[in-house]
Structures are given as structure tokens and as C-alpha cells.
């Protein structure tokens, strides 16, 4: 008899965290959503919690613990994006865009990772980007926090490896959901880079607008959280699979021009 799975999504009240909760909870999985937003998927429990406050992550995560005495899956998906030249971004925003998409995940994954340790047991799958290993001209600040949650993931699969603790960065590409709208914008220094940053932000938001739809991800995601242990780092869909493939044989120097040549013409 399969052992009833309780999960916990950071996110989850929109967009591919959504998603994800609604997949899991499907899979007959107990699942608890984590966000400002009180505004859960059918089935799905919401408990309010900034991510960034780690003393809401803990109260939130306790809660869950006091009700049903264990956490077997986390999904880390809460996060947004910011856009513009590098030169031009305020520290401060730079500094927000880590605060949340790093510094948040990892307040929910310590404060998950002594029950799971506990028990010998657990599963947490964290939501990255192909821009974590291609990172992308103008999207500078989103590109470094999801390349170092990869970084986080794979260092911290070996220090719990022998907990029965299983960690994994999953890498979205080009996804259909308000994350696109929601993008904190700044074309400061348009004219001095000619155009370019409106160009780049331009083509990626039409790229995204088309890209796979929120569900087909979060089932995905669900699936990989529901698996016992995985690859460390697996990007969705056929194309962005072939992507992170052709990245390891490319040579950066190759890769990185051709990002270029999409992203900052």
C-alpha cells in the first residue's frame, strides 16, 4: 500500500505553483500552498506566508507539521522576475529579486529539512530556468538567482543524500502564465543601449506568451515530486531538454553568443 504523501507548494496560488498543487493533489497527495495570496486550487489548503519573512515560513511549515505530523514533498516555486541593463538596476531591486527567488527557498527548505531528516525521508524538487544555466542579456538579476539555486540544489543533494533526502531543480522554459505580466520592468538607459533592452524584453515576453501552458508544467513538476530520486537538474519539454543538452557540449563561448544573437540584437 503507497504511504499518503503530504506536499507543500511555495507559489501556489497562481501560475505554475497552482498548477503543480492541483497536479499533486490529484495524485492523492495532501497538499498545503504557501503565499500572500489566499486563493488556493480547489482541494488544496492555503496557508498565508511571505517567504521571505522566515519566521512566517516557520510558523506556516509548523502548522502543517501539527496537523498532519510530517512533510514528505516540497515544491520551492515562489518567485518573480525583473528586466533591464544591469548598469541601470537599483541595488535594492537586485537585492529583492534574490531575496525572494534564493533567499526565500531557502527559508522553506530549512525549515522543512529537520522533520524529513527525522523520518529519513523526503523529496524537494525546487523551480529554476534554462536562464539558471543560459542566462540571459537584460534579465541579468533573474538569470544569477536561478543559476544559483541550481548550484544550491546540487550542493545540497549531497549533504542530505544520506538522510533519505532526495533534491532536485527542475528548469522551465518559455511558460504561458502571469509571470509575464507581472515582470518588473525598467527600460532606464534605452536609448543609451539603443533600443536594445526593449527589443530583448520584447522578444522574450512574445515567447513566453506562446510558450507551454501552466498545466502541462505543473503535471510535470507534480510528476517529479511524486518520484523517489531523479537526475539533479531536469528541464522541461523536448526542445529546452536539447537545449540543456547542447549547452554541455557547446563551448560557452558559442552558446553564450548565440543567446546574444536572440536576446540582444
Not at 112 to 137: D, F, N, Q, T, W
Not at 177 to 202: C, L, M, P, Q, W
Request: hydrophobic share 35%; proline share 4%.
Amino acid at each position: 500500500m503507497t504511504e499518503h504523501r503530504i506536499a507543500v507548494v511555495t507559489g501556489g496560488s497562481s501560475g505554475i505553483g497552482r498548477s503543480t498543487a492541483q497536479a499533486l493533489s490529484a495524485k492523492g497527495c495532501t497538499v498545503y500552498e504557501l503565499s500572500r495570496r489566499d486563493n488556493p486550487p480547489e482541494g488544496v489548503s492555503h496557508l498565508t506566508a511571505d517567504i521571505t519573512d522566515e519566521q512566517q515560513v516557520k510558523k506556516a511549515i509548523g502548522e502543517v507539521i501539527s496537523r498532519e505530523g510530517k512533510i514528505d514533498i516540497l515544491v520551492n516555486n515562489a518567485g518573480y522576475g525583473i528586466s533591464g541593463a544591469a548598469e541601470m538596476t537599483d541595488s535594492a531591486d537586485s537585492h529583492a529579486q534574490l531575496e525572494l527567488n534564493l533567499h526565500g527557498m531557502d527559508n522553506v527548505t530549512r525549515a522543512v529539512l529537520p522533520y524529513m531528516r527525522e523520518r529519513k525521508s523526503g523529496r524537494i524538487v525546487s523551480v529554476s530556468s534554462i536562464a539558471g544555466i543560459l542566462p540571459i542579456p537584460f534579465q541579468l538579476w533573474y538569470s544569477v538567482s536561478k543559476a544559483a539555486i541550481n548550484a544550491y540544489v546540487l550542493a545540497l543533494q549531497n549533504e542530505v543524500r544520506p538522510y533519505g533526502i532526495s533534491v532536485c531543480a527542475v528548469m522551465p522554459g518559455d511558460i504561458a502564465t502571469g509571470f509575464t505580466d507581472a515582470r518588473k520592468k525598467s527600460d532606464s538607459g534605452n536609448e543609451i543601449y539603443s533600443g536594445r533592452i526593449e527589443r530583448s524584453v520584447a522578444t522574450m515576453e512574445k515567447d513566453e506568451r506562446g510558450g507551454m501552458s501552466p498545466d502541462k508544467a505543473g503535471r510535470y513538476i507534480a510528476k517529479l515530486a511524486m518520484k523517489k530520486r531523479t537526475r539533479p537538474m531536469k528541464a522541461i519539454g523536448i526542445s529546452y531538454k536539447a537545449i540543456s543538452i547542447l549547452t554541455k557540449l557547446l563551448p560557452r563561448r558559442l552558446s553564450n553568443y548565440l543567446v546574444g544573437m536572440i536576446y540582444s540584437k
